[in-house]
């Protein structure tokens, strides 16, 4: 009899078995893929699995499964863990330390015990979590890891339905990537389970590479086999009855067959005629009556317990002595409801069901509740004891509403807000009135917000009232958070009375108000609504800071920084301000991801400190690195490209970028309006008009008020000026000034040099009055903000146009001043200016020296048009400049450049597998067919080869 029920669970499954060992089979080769095994309870999905794990393991790969649990769901990553801690347990810690190196190293706070990791004041966000977890994954079977044998790798996930939002989401990231991976992911789920409607479950059946299973009900032909293997005597009729009562179901068919012969004789067809597939479960509880009492109660404490309940646990759950326990356990497996051994567990899940079911409903909450106490006796895990206090009754005890707190709190921090809602939404009903209902009801709305809910706005509303007698930063969390929101939902204005009430709640000085002011001014001082009341909290900060007492805080600090740059304050105090920012942690803010860093560095190259911005994005690089914060270092990669490119890196600064993209195109395109510009910048002065014109689309779909909006117009200028079109130049170039000062009131040309622009195109025009009088404007303020590199590129402009000839006075003292600052871009330009000047004026003599110089920067830079204007000075002037070396750099492919731009930005090849999930092995293939078409030997010619400076 067991035999044949066994065999029931993989009848008629070739088509099933065959697609598994097919997708083995590719893993072996290299090929990963996703197979989602999905239909009804009892169709034989885990049977299925249980076949895939069996010739994996017979085939050598590493096989990792997990099963998603009903009572687990509140447990964030609890599956993810599942399948990922057993390796790192079983590996020695020279190997753990590998295993979660690079971009992994933001999963290693979920194994504490097992991994170190240098940890920043906050947790990764929930996406870094995600992307540590998928790269653990990866480096498990050691794939795109210099010096580690590649072993492919099954991971199963069985009851996918039950998994936490969380893991879910892991798999579906995960399954993103599985088709470069040598991974088999098999993931078997309910038809119309409670999580079928968690998007990132939908989106596993329809990813792909995939492959969906949808395993058959058993054929009549099948269920009159097993039929006749249990009574051989029975004739047809009763394997009709049996197919019709179980539908097929190759669970309910063992089932029904096993009460069936609990009888003792062959039953006649009408004894299961009138049957559905609900009464034969209901027959599983009448098996079960037939048992001693011990057993019935030991079954309906592992119900209530669930899967992989100890014995012990069970026993004192059921109130039964072990010896009992261990007989009735017993009792139980020879009756085919319960597997043998310990810990407990039962045959299927739908027996389960069936006897928790059973219990009345308030009998069940009690029950549960007892779990809880059990599992917090014995030491389990809070969101373990959550599971089953989510589903008792409220009995307004606060130790179970901390409980939930601090389960919902461990929820949030591994990136599940849906299960932290959950939890604060039960913890409210065990929750007294007043202050600590107000704290839980806050402590939701962050996990609301969190989730995308904007029921968070009408949650915080509600828990101020309560909140009137908490602390002064309770009470103002709860207005920051209000604020946020409501900036979410457009109201500016209502955003900043909650965010001034938040500030109002503090005395003078009081130096916990640092943190709310910088974040208000994150908020507010970059919308042009706002910006003149954030201002005004701002210019308190600014006196004090100007008279010697600056703020303490960092992020204040930050935003300190870069009002300092904007009003021309001395270099001095802008770098001292700078250094007091990143002095604990060049992000500034880790759960900002390195925003607060970019104000920063965005303020030293308006002061038109270069090196110092770049030595800022650099520490701010390396942190990012160690933490594998992608988000941070993505950020710090542009603020370094903005560093290198007004110093002339322009490929370093193109390389830089690449790793600013790589977020930006996962979906954190917030930054897109700043990459385009900078992107755009980068492309015109490399000749690369077209890949310009392809970046500035990156701004299409920002907002356009925003900052960067006047930076992407000036581009648009440029790149008008270089098409021939100055009269549309002039336009953008005019609106791009006038934008920025309408908007933000800023008119600085560190960040925005429009004049300079404008001149060049009215010039262009023939428009040499309006030329003249923008280029002495742009002087004129230059001088006024005092920024070396600013007054170099301006006196350039104004030597340009000046009538009835260039100014080569002030051609050459541009050149000069513009020589003592790092802005090397400029100062070839300002030299290739003066040498055409002086060749044009007859001095033929004195041009061949600043043009050759020119050339020579511009070379290096790779600023094809600079250089052959230069190239073709010298050649009208009568000289023969040096011609530059053919570098190959146009002959790469997409993909040679994209790796070679990453090996110049540092990168190993580990590393670079890991950025672009392509394997070590492709990688240095890639490098290989760089050196070749560079003439080079090694990544250190890659610079030069590259045309970096030095």
Known sequence: MTKRVAESLLLERDSELTALAAALEAVRMGSGSLVVVQGPPGVGKTRLLAAATDQAQANGLLVLAARGHELERAIALGVALDLLAPPLTAARPKERARLAAGLAAPAAPLFPGLLRQELS???????????????????????????????????????????????????????????????????????????????????????????????????????????????????????????????????????????????????????????????????????????????????????????????????????????????????????????????????????????????????????????????????????????????????????????????????????????????????????????????????????????????????????????DDAPAPVRAEALTLLARLRNSRGDFSGAAVAQDAALDLFEAGDPRSEDVLAEYLMIARFHPSLRRHAARRLAPVLREARQGRPPGRPGLLAHLTLQLALDGDPVPEVLRAASGALAHDPLVDPVGHGSLMGIVVHALVIAGELVAAEAAADAALSAARRRGDVLAYGYAGYHRALARYHQGALTAALADLEAARGPHDEGWNSAGGWIAFLLAWVHLERGEEDAAEEALHLADPHPPDGMYSPLVLDCRARLSLLRGDPAAALRAARDAGHLLERLYEIDHPGLLPWRGTAAIAAHHLGDHPAAQELAGQAVARARTVGVAQAVGAALRVAGLVARPRPDLSLLAEAAKILQGTPAALEHARALVDLGAALWRAGRGRDCGPPLRQGLALADRMHARPLAERARAELHAAGMRPRRTAVAGIDALTPAERRVALLALHGHSNGQIAQTLFISTKTVETHLARVYRKLAIVNRRQLSEAFGSPT
């Not at 809602?421 to 839980?440: K, P, W």
């Open 121 to 467: 004041p906050a947790a990764p966000g929930s996406d870094d979590m995600l992307r540590g977890l998928c790269r653990l994954a990866v480096n498990l079977t050691g794939w795109g890891t210099e010096g580690a044998a590649v072993r492919p790798m099954l991971l199963t996930v069985d009851d996918a339905q039950w998994a936490d939002e969380a893991s879910l989401r892991f798999l579906a990231m995960l399954a993103d990537r599985v088709g470069a991976l040598p991974l088999a992911l098999v993931v078997a789920v309910r038809d119309g389970g409670d999580g079928s409607e968690v998007s990132a479950l939908r989106r596993l059946t329809v990813q792909p590479p995939n492959r969906l299973l949808a395993p058959a009900p058993l054929s009549a032909g099948a269920v009159e086999r097993l039929v006749a293997g249990v009574f051989p005597a029975a004739g047809d009729d009763l394997a009709a009855a049996v197919a019709h009562a179980s539908g097929g179901n190759p669970f309910l068919v063992g089932e029904l067959l096993r009460s069936l012969q609990a009888d003792g004789h062959v039953p006649p067809a009408s004894a299961v005629a009138g049957m559905v597939p609900g009464t034969v479960l209901h027959s599983v509880l009448a098996r079960l009556a037939r048992l001693p009492a011990e057993a019935g109660r030991l079954a309906t404490s592992l119900a209530v317990l669930g899967d992989r309940t100890p014995l012990r646990r069970a026993a004192r759950h059921a109130g039964l002595g072990l010896p009992a326990a261990e007989r009735a356990a017993d009792v139980l497996a020879g009756a085919h409801l319960l597997r043998p051994g310990d810990p407990l567990g039962f045959l299927h899940p739908l027996i389960a069901a069936a006897v928790h079911a059973d219990l009345p409903a308030f009998a069940r909450a009690r029950a549960h509740r007892r779990a809880a106490d059990l599992l917090a006796e014995d030491g389990e895990g809070v969101e373990k004891v959550a599971g089953h206090l989510l589903v008792s009754q409220p009995e307004g005890d606060l130790a179970v509403a901390r409980t939930l707190r601090e389960a919902a709190g461990l929820a949030l921090r591994r990136g599940d807000p849906a299960a932290a809602t959950r939890l604060l939404h039960r913890a409210l009903a065990d929750a007294t009135a007043g202050r600590y209902s107000g704290e839980l009801m806050l402590e939701l709305a962050r996990a609301q917000m969190t989730a995308g809910d904007m029921a968070a706005h009408d949650t915080v509303t509600e828990a101020l009232p309560l909140l």
